[in-house]
């Protein structure tokens, strides 16, 4: 089979319907593991597990945690100061990214191959368009 491309108006409308449908309707599956994966997280830290916490934060999050290897992950968690996150309250699925927000924080997650782990927390939602969250833990 050959694709061919179409230029104009109605070609592109076309396409970005295609594009934004199958971008839509997350599995009920990936959100419920997106939302367990937080939830482990928040139970974690509120026990004060930090190593546990730790074992759930994508690869580049954990690197800053650790400030590139001169903290140990679980004191560079605990030093950061996040607050207790309470109950789950909604998530939002975007293919292999989810914003899960939850009572008192908002968590941005990725799915890898081992599953969701966290790469934002202790995120607040600002007040303009240009900067929509501010997070004191996250990835490079």
Known sequence: ??????????????LL?????????????REDGATDAGRRFAA????GDY?????????ETREQVEEDGRTPC???????GL???????????YGREALLRMTADTLFLSQFDA???VTAAGCEEQATE??????????G
Do not use: F, H, I, N
Request: with cysteine; aromatic share 4%; glycine share 16%.
């Open 74 to 80: 679980a004191l560079g968690l605990r030093e950061a």
């Open 51 to 59: 190593r546990a916490g730790c074992a759930l934060l994508a690869p």
């Open 115 to 117: 599953g969701w782990l």
């Open 130 to 139: 240009d900067e929509p969250y501010r997070c004191s833990v996250k990835g």
């Open 44 to 47: 974690a830290l509120a026990a």
């Open 83 to 93: 607050p207790p996150a309470g109950l789950a309250r909604g998530v939002d699925v």
């Open 1 to 14: 089979m050959r694709w061919t491309t179409r230029t104009g108006p109605r070609a592109s409308g076309v």
């Open 17 to 29: 319907a295609v594009l934004l449908l199958g971008g839509c309707g997350a599995s009920a599956a």
